[in-house]
């Protein structure tokens, strides 16, 4: 069965970093692009940031850009994103995913990241 | 940035009657490949976003054949043929054809 397991959320103070981490199973991870998607709690979909199976292109949203990056282990099956200088706007929960759009597009549970001091 | 457009915004549905969501798109979403990169997407209370329609109209695996997705131009449209009580929630469309990736602002269904 197909599973994607974030962790690495929590509570963090303003100026702080965090990395997240997404651990794949079930599937052929290492041919997939793989995204990071963050929600506000209550409120719509915000796409981060994505890197393609390989490993060498990566993509990010400027409210996170020169903030954030994004790597993989594909020996491991893991997707990572470390986010630096976190902002109180940061707080979401935050989804990572598979294939956004196209047939083997999957999602996480996510991991709640609340930035407060 | 593309910008998608969902209408409306709120949906009321009694049980089995049919139910319609629109989303527009500032631009084409048509690769050169032929390829549309467009999904539609449910969020049900308290769960993550799950892909109804991927690739423009192309039903997911496992979602019931009362969804269907349909694409003019950029125009696109997610039918129920049946509303059942376990399509509450709330719908996204989502454009990938370049980044920022960027979604729709959502569509809650609701049972009357």
């Known amino acids: 069965e197909m599973q994607l397991v974030e962790s690495g959320g929590g509570l963090v103070q303003p100026g702080g970093s965090l990395r997240l981490s997404c651990a794949a199973s079930?599937?052929?991870?290492?041919?997939?692009?793989m995204h990071w998607v963050r929600q506000v709690p209550g409120k719509g979909l915000e796409w981060v940031s994505r890197?393609?199976?390989?490993?060498?292109?990566?993509s990010y949203a400027d409210s996170v850009k020169g903030r954030s990056t994004i790597s993989r282990d594909n020996a491991r099956n893991t997707l990572y994103l470390e986010i630096n200088s976190l902002r109180v706007e940061d707080t979401a929960v935050y989804y990572c995913?598979?294939?956004?759009?196209?047939?083997?597009?999957?999602w996480g549970q996510g991991t709640l990241v609340t930035v407060s001091s | 940035e593309i910008v998608m457009t969902q209408s409306p915004l709120s949906l009321p549905v009694t049980p089995g009657e049919p139910a319609s969501i629109s989303c527009r798109s500032s631009q084409s979403l048509l690769h050169s490949n032929g390829k549309t990169f467009f999904a539609w997407y449910l969020q049900k209370p308290g769960q993550s976003p799950q892909v109804l329609i991927y690739?423009?109209?192309n039903r997911a695996s496992g979602v019931p054949d009362r969804f269907s997705g349909s694409e003019s131009g950029t125009d696109f449209t997610l039918k129920i043929s049946r509303v059942e009580a376990e399509d509450v929630g709330v719908y996204y469309c989502?454009?990938?054809?370049?980044?920022?990736?960027?979604f729709g602002q959502g569509t809650k269904l609701e049972i009357k």
């Open positions: 890197m393609d199976e390989f490993g060498s292109i990566t």
């Open positions: 079930g599937f052929a991870f290492s041919r997939y692009w």
């Open positions: 690739l423009g109209s």
């Open positions: 989502m454009q990938a054809l370049q980044t920022p990736y960027t």
């Open positions: 995913a598979s294939d956004l759009s196209g047939r083997s597009d999957w």
